[in-house]
Each structure stands twice: as C-alpha cells, then as structure tokens.
C-alpha cells in the first residue's frame, strides 16, 4: 500500500486542497441583487445561515473559509438542492456571481452523507468484505477546462471534511492525465466528487470500455455548461448513457453564464422538480421572452428611430420607460415627443416626492429617466428604450429590472396567463459604439441580429483589438495549439511589432541550451550555450552563469523609481531577494501621470533569471540605464512545436509540467539540451525536438540520453499534431519567418547538391572535417523514423570508439594495412541507422572529444536518405492518419 499511496499522492497532487484558490474575488458587479427563481411550485429563499439545512460542519468549514454570506442566488438555490432526488437547478448568472458555490455545499452535504452512510455499512461487514453495489462517485462534476478542474476541485477539498481513510474512500478524484491503474482502482472503490472535463470522461470511458454504472451518483453537475462545445457534450453524453444509475436518476444541476432553453429541456427530462435560478435581470428579460432590438443611428436621427418604434408600441397599449443618459439630454427629448404629441413624464435628479408618486400610475405616459435614479422602482414596463447607453455593462443590464414583472413562469404547474410581448430597442450613435460588440455578443447568443450589425461590431472589436495589440501577452493556446478556443480570453490575438525576432536570437540552425524551468511539457525557459548554423560549426555563446554576474553587477545602481511605466518598455523588478530585468507588458489606467503612484498595478515578464510573467506594483521598480536596456535578455521561452496535449485538452496540468520536470532531473547533472530551431519570433524559440545530451565518463564523449518529444508521445503526455504546427506558423505569418524559412531552404538544397556531388563516407578520425553523410543498404540498419534511441546510441559509440582509437575497434591503420576499407569494416561492426547522418564536424573542448551529432528524432529531415522506402512510405500514410485524428482532436 505504501507504494500505492506514493503514486497516487503523485497522480493527484495537482488536486491538493489549496484554500487560497476557494476564495476568489466576488466580482461585486456581477453580483446582482436581483434573482428569477421559477420551479414548478414557490421557492422559498433561506433568510438567514440558520435556516439553511446543511451540516453543521460542512457550514462550520463555510464560516472558516470566510464564505458567510447568504447571496441571493444561494439562498435560493442551497435550500431547493439539498432537498434531495428530484430536485435538479439550472443556475445562471456571470462569473464570479457565487455560482459554484450556489451547489456546492448541498453537493459536498450530499457526498458526505452518503459516506457516512456506507462506512457505517462497512463497520458491519466481515474483514475483507465489501459493501454491495458500491461504485464509483457521489457526485459527478463536469467542467470544461482543466484549470477549472483544480478550481473545483480545492473547493471540494476545502468543504469536505477529512475524517475518513482515505485508502478506502476517496473524497475528490481528478482523471489523471496518463493511464492510471490506481485511479481505476480509487473509482471502484468509491468516491465523493470526481470532477473531470468532457474530454477527460470520455478519454476514461475508452480506457475502461467494461467501467460499470455508477451506482451510486447522486449528482450530475455541469458547471459552465456553455462553455462547453457541442462536440464535447455530445461525446459525455454517450458516455452518460452507460454509466449512469438504472435505479435512479442523480439530481441534475447546469450552471451557465446565459439561459438555454434546450438545456432546461435536458434538466426538464431528467429532474421531477427543477428549478431555474438567475442572478442576471438582462438573462431573466431574455428568458421572460423580451425581444431586443439594436439599431445605430446617428445622433441626429434618434428622436425619429423613437417616434417609430412608439407608433409601432403606442404608450397608451405599452407601458414605456425611455432611458436617457443625464437630465440634460432627457430635457431635450421630452420637448422633441411633446412636439410629436406625446406625452411625457420625466424623472430628473432632483424630482420631488409627488412627481416620484406619480410614476407608477403613469399608463399611457412616457417615462423618462437616467441611470441614476434608484429609488424608482416600476417592474411592469413591456418597452424599454435606450435612447443612451449606460456608463457601465452592469447598470446597462439594471436597466432591465424595470421589465421583470411580466416575466412568466415557464416551469409553473399551472399555465401562465398569456403576458404583453417586451421590447428592448439599443439606439447606439457614434459616441458609444464601442459597447455594441459586446451587446451584439449577448443579443447573438438568444436571438438573430441585423446581419449589418453584427458586422459592424466586428469591425469595431477588430480596431479595438488593433489598438491593444502591444499591451497584452500573446494567448498560451495561440502559442500551443495555433487558435484560441477560449472565448472570453483577454490575451492579445494578432501577431504586433513586439513579437519580431531580435537579431541575437537564432533563426536556424541547432542549439545548445541549458534549462532553466519547465512550464509545461513542451514549453520551457532555457539559456543558449551554442548555436550551430545552418552549414555552419557549432559557436560557443557567452557563458550564462558569466552574464549573470555582469548583469547582477550593472543593476546594482539602479536606485530612481520608474514612473510612468510604458508598455514594451525594460526596467529594473525588485524582489525580496534581487534585482533583475523586466519587460513591462500591461499597465493599468494611470489617472494622472504627474503623481507617482506606487501601488498601480503592471504585469511585467522577466527576461534574464527566467521568462515568467507576473503581476507587481509600480513601487518595486525602478529605472533600468539605457546601456543596460539594450543588453540581449539572457533567457528565451524555447517551446516544441505541433506537440498538443495527448488527453485532446487544451492545456496541460501543473502535473504533466512537474512529470517532465522529474524526467530531466533524473539526467545525470551536466547534461544539456540539444535541439534543431523551427522558427524563432521574439525570445521564443520554436523546435521540433529536444534531446537532452550526457556526457559518458567511460568513453569521454558526450551522447544523447532522451528525446524529450518522443518521451511525451510515448508516455501518452503528448501527441503531433501537424494542423496546431501549421496553424502557429500561419499565425506567425510570413511577415516574421518568411525570411528565416527562405534562407533554410536555400541551405537545404545547397546542402543537398553538397550530399550528392560527395562521396558517401570518409573515415572520422583521420581528418576532423566536416564529413557528409552515410547512405546504408537497405536492410541493414533500422528502417522505421522513429527507432529507439538504443540503437543511435550504439552507433555513437562506435563511431567514438573509432575515432580515439580503441584498441577493440579496428584501427585505420590495421585495416589499411589488411587491405579493408575501413570506413566499410566500421560499417559491418556497427549498422548505422538510416536516420543517423555521421558527424558533420568534430571539434575538441577543454574537457572532452565531442561529437556534433545530426541526431535523433523522426523529425529530423533525413528524408533523402531513405526516400527509395517502401516501408518508409507505408510509416508516412499512417502518420498522415494519425494526424487527421489529432485535427479532429483539436478541432473539438
Ligand atoms: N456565500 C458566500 N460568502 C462569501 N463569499 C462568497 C460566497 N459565495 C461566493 N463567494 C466569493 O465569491 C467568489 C466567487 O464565487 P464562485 O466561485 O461561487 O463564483 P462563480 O460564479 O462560480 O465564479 P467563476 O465562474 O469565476 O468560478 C468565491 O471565491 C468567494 O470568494
């Protein structure tokens, strides 16, 4: 069990509880005071934490956590779920709304009763029995990325009390991302939350086909089912249907960011009594049937596009509320619609008790009013116009509390009595139109809008996008799979003048490097030791560990604070510990430039000691010398290119970084990186490969130890995939490699002309000159591109063994002097690989012989030296299969 209990600590470490992630900022903004709740029958909300049926421990660990106020939302939601069967939600509302944690506690309540239960159970049975029917989890909670796994998964931790063994029962499972046998095991087992992506349960379901029903799930959780793709609900579905409970149906809740109607049918179909719960008035309008209409008029012509809408809407049949956007401009138009004969009853700031009064009974009267009038509180108006838009998206969406009295009880028992249809007309003019993408984003996800529209707020968002193209780091899956799948990802998507390659960092050509950090299994923070070019010889760079000292030295008189902080710009971060170079990336709004404030927040990147991006505050940094500023940056982001996640996911976990961390440090201590660069834009480099090179004592030579990428697809960490590789260098575009990948090529076929005018092989060892390469019989070296690295070893090592003269080697005396060829007696000891071209060059260094090896991966262009393969053809056809596969994958 002990060994047991490691691996699996290892296999679920990425889950460990973590409070700090339980408590997030509750974004108060999206924290409405206003909630629909509809069931078939009232919902009565909890009034106050006492009334709340939860237990008392799992409210104590609440009360601990800080989590101690009763949100509208949850108070709605906790007393309807933890019910029991049948009692199914859809819950709606932004993020950072209390979402999770409106199911949550009655989830955690649910799993930790059920095990109460069942270890009670198990007091009763004889040693070495096993409850009957206990089965995988209590609680399943689908999320749909990986980071909101460890989310969810800390607040499960955080709420679920420890007080079983956990080698028995285990509280919170994640899906690990390669194959686990231990993880099958805990799910028989039994287990309270197993939370897991779609794209996870599925990958699970296949490696487990013969995976019994869950027998004993209680609850079936969607969280942010819209951010779910199509694809992926239908694959967890198929999956659902075979392992869900025959007995039973789980209660079914689905938290989402906008009202579906589909998915209440779904919720509908599964839950006797579900109950839709939505802190969002702009959800509920939508919800309650509100049309909305956005128009774009100019400002001139808006009093018209009013006039219209009234006579198709006249007051007197619908209540109409005009929302201005000061008193000024509600003055105006009150005059314009007492013109047209309308009559109008505005609310101004400064109105008085009466004319409040009045407002209620005001059928057939306009009112007209501004954001700022609170206390009017009218929730029977069918048509909304917004004759200005808001200052902010939030009291945009308040504005539509005025509609929420005639918004009908779909779920009622009893059929409602037919309602006034709503309407909700936008007049954007040229002043505020950088609102519409955002409106047009919402409005799309309900209903059509004006084709004309929405291609002007596209347009516009481009131009916004253009205009922070320099603020913003560039999307992580833009950088791994090519496109950003995320919708509401704020990182920049469009390549800008930031990401040109500088002139130190190589376009080509192999390099050397040493690591510095792994971030992810394919992207990692390395320093150049050399750098071969294309047709070239290995150069040594300037030592990192020399820099860094002169670096440290040049930043130790930096003592002027930096104000203002500018975007792109270097400067000097102080840390606790030192001072080292940072790259400013973004910089929050400065009020005013001429008063230094040193609590302003900046995202700034390192570029020396690693190249991690993080947030800190204007107070920690300080003026960098010019001199100093153009210094190149002593550490680069080097990443593998087309390798994506194996799971199909979109990121990896923290623990497939720590599992290839762990795999470098087994190295022997000096062992670097060899690898041969894609592209490069600026401080990434792009590889294909990663071979990490040791230096073997016994025959003094340095030898390739792992390669890094074929580590990843073996181990099912990693997979190709060919369209993410292609869809990076689109992104990239021609502006930044054109030219690195022109100059390659040239050097290709340079080289190739040089291959073929050559002869095939000369001895290494007597002249240390750059040699070309070997071309084998078939037969008799391995044929396939991805033989195992065993092989190349032996092969180095012949050929080392050759070029110092081992005595159990031939030596190219002896065989001259027999009469051999002897470069044709080293091929006879030692098959060479069809993938393995002999040394270009071998130079010496202050300790060892080195080679300087074309080595080792499938990926190495040794194309001309098997082209004639039938097999080799056979190979191609399959990874081309392959390879639709991983596009289908990622497409998903
Ligand atoms: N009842 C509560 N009492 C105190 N704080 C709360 C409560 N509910 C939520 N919060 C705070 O709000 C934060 C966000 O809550 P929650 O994670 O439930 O929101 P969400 O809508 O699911 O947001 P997201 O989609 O971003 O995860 C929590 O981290 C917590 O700090």
């Known amino acids: 069990m002990e060994d047991f209990k490691k691996i699996w600590q290892r296999n679920c470490s990425s889950s460990s509880s973590n409070a700090k992630d339980v408590i997030r900022p509750l974004v108060e903004d999206n924290c409405s005071e206003f909630v629909l709740a509809h069931a078939r029958r009232e919902l009565r909300p909890a009034r106050q934490f006492t009334e709340v049926c939860l237990l008392p421990h799992i409210l ?150 013969c995976l019994r029903r869950f027998s004993d799930l209680q609850f079936l959780v969607y969280d942010d089912v819209d951010l779910m793709s199509a ?27 906008s009202y579906s109607s589909t998915l209440m049918a779904k919720l509908r179909a599964l839950n006797g009594n579900p109950a839709l719960v939505i802190g969002d008035i702009m959800e509920a309008a939508l919800y309650g049937g509100t049309r909305m209409n956005v128009s774009l008029v100019r400002s001139s012509a808006k009093v018209n596009a009013v006039v219209q809408l009234l006579r198709q809407r006249p007051p007197h049949e619908y209540r109409t509320v005009i929302h201005c956007v000061d008193d000024w401009h509600m003055q105006r138009l009150e005059k314009a619609l007492r013109d047209q004969a309308y009559n109008c009853q505005p609310y101004y700031q400064n109105s008085n008790l009466p004319a409040l009064q009045q407002v209620p009974n005001s059928r057939g009267v306009i009112l007209l009013c ?56 936008v007049l954007l003019d040229e002043n505020n ?52 799948y995320d919708p509401v990802c704020q990182d920049r998507h469009n390549v800008s003048h930031l990401d040109r390659r500088p002139d130190h960092i190589p376009a080509s050509g192999d390099v050397k490097v040493q690591l510095v950090k792994v971030y ?154 060899q690898s041969k660069i894609q592209f490069a834009t600026a401080g990434t480099l792009y590889v294909r490969d990663l071979v990490a090179i040791v230096y073997e004592d016994q025959l003094d030579v340095h030898l390739p130890r792992l390669n890094l990428a074929e580590e990843l697809v073996k181990t099912t960490l990693a997979k190709r995939c060919e369209k993410a590789a292609n869809m990076i260098l689109n992104f990239f575009g021609e502006v930044f490699i054109e030219k690195d990948i022109g100059e390659k090529e040239e050097k290709d076929v340079l080289e190739q002309k040089l291959l073929e005018t050559k002869p095939t092989i000369e001895d290494a060892s007597n002249n240390q000159t750059a040699k070309p390469s070997v071309k084998t019989k078939e037969g008799a070296g391995p044929k396939s591109k991805k033989e195992p690295i065993a092989v190349l070893n032996e092969c180095f090592v012949n050929c080392a063994l050759l070029q110092k003269g081992d005595p159990t080697s031939s030596s190219r005396q002896d065989s001259t002097q027999a009469g051999i060829d002897p470069v044709n007696q080293a091929q006879t000891q030692s098959p060479i690989p069809h993938m393995v071209v002999r040394p270009l060059i071998y130079h010496q260094n202050t300790t060892t012989w080195e080679f300087d090896l074309y080595v080792i991966g499938g990926d190495y262009d040794f194309g001309y030296l098997n082209e004639d393969s039938d097999e080799s053809e056979d190979e191609d056809s399959d990874e081309s299969e392959d390879e639709e596969q991983n596009l289908d994958d990622i497409d998903r």
Not at 377 to 402: E, G, N, Q, V
Not at 465 to 477: G, I, N, P, T, V
């Open 433 to 484: 139109h950088q609102e519409l993408p955002l409106l047009v984003d919402f409005v799309q996800l309900h209903q059509e809008v004006d084709p004309g529209v929405v291609a002007v707020a596209k347009r516009i968002r481009q131009e916004m996008d253009k205009a922070k193209s320099d603020q913003q780091a560039l999307c992580s899956q833009i950088l791994v799979l090519g496109k950003c």
């Open 520 to 673: 992810s299994p394919t992207h990692f923070c390395v320093r150049l030791l050399e750098h071969m070019p294309l047709q070239g010889s290995w150069q040594t760079l300037p030592h990192p560990e020399v820099q860094e000292i002169r670096m440290l030295h040049k930043l130790e008189m930096a003592s002027t604070h930096y104000w203002p902080p500018v975007v792109g710009a270097i400067c000097i971060y102080q840390s606790t510990i030192a001072k080292e170079r940072v790259r400013v990336l973004a910089v929050a709004t400065i009020q005013n430039v001429n008063i230094v404030q040193s609590d302003l927040p900046v995202k700034v990147q390192a570029v020396d000691v690693d190249t991690r991006i993080f947030s800190t505050t204007c107070g920690l940094l300080f003026q960098c010398p010019e001199s100093v500023q153009r210094e190149p940056p002593l550490a680069s982001d080097l990443r593998l290119l087309g390798l994506v996640p194996y799971t199909g996911e979109r990121s990896w976990t923290e623990e497939d970084g720590r599992n290839v961390k762990l795999m470098l440090t087994q190295l022997p201590k000096d062992y670097f990186l």
């Open 370 to 425: 501004t954001d700022n009038c609170k206390e009017l509180s009218i929730r029977d108006a069918h048509t909304l116009i917004h004759y200005s838009m808001s200052d902010s998206w939030s009291k945009f969406k308040m504005r539509h509390l005025m509609l929420s009295g005639n918004l009908s009880n779909s779920l009622a028992a009893k059929a409602n009595p037919v309602k006034v249809p709503l309407h909700s007309l």
């Open 231 to 257: 694809d992926q609900l239908e694959g967890v579905q198929k999956v659902l249907r075979k392992i869900m409970p025959l007995t039973h149906s789980p209660q079914v809740v689905m938290v989402s960011q």
């Open 60 to 209: 104590e660990r609440m009360r601990k956590l800080g989590l101690d106020k009763l949100l509208r939302l949850q108070s709605y939601t906790w007393p309807h779920l933890a019910g029991g069967a049948e009692q199914g939600a859809m819950i709606v509302g932004a993020s950072g709304s209390g979402r999770t944690l409106a199911y949550m506690p009655p989830v955690c309540h649910a799993v930790f009763k059920a095990i109460t239960e069942s270890m009670s159970q198990l007091k009763d049975l004889e040693p070495g029995a096993w409850p009957q029917g206990q089965l995988g989890p209590i609680a399943l909670i689908l999320v749909p990325d990986l980071g909101r796994v460890r989310q969810v998964s800390d607040l499960c931790h955080a709420l679920l009390p420890r007080a079983f063994n956990e080698e028995c029962f285990t509280l919170t499972l994640n899906v690990p991302s390669t194959k686990s046998s231990e993880f099958f095991l805990r799910l028989l087992n039994g287990v309270g939350c197993l939370v897991t992506t779609p794209t996870q349960l599925v990958w699970l379901w296949q490696e487990a086909p």
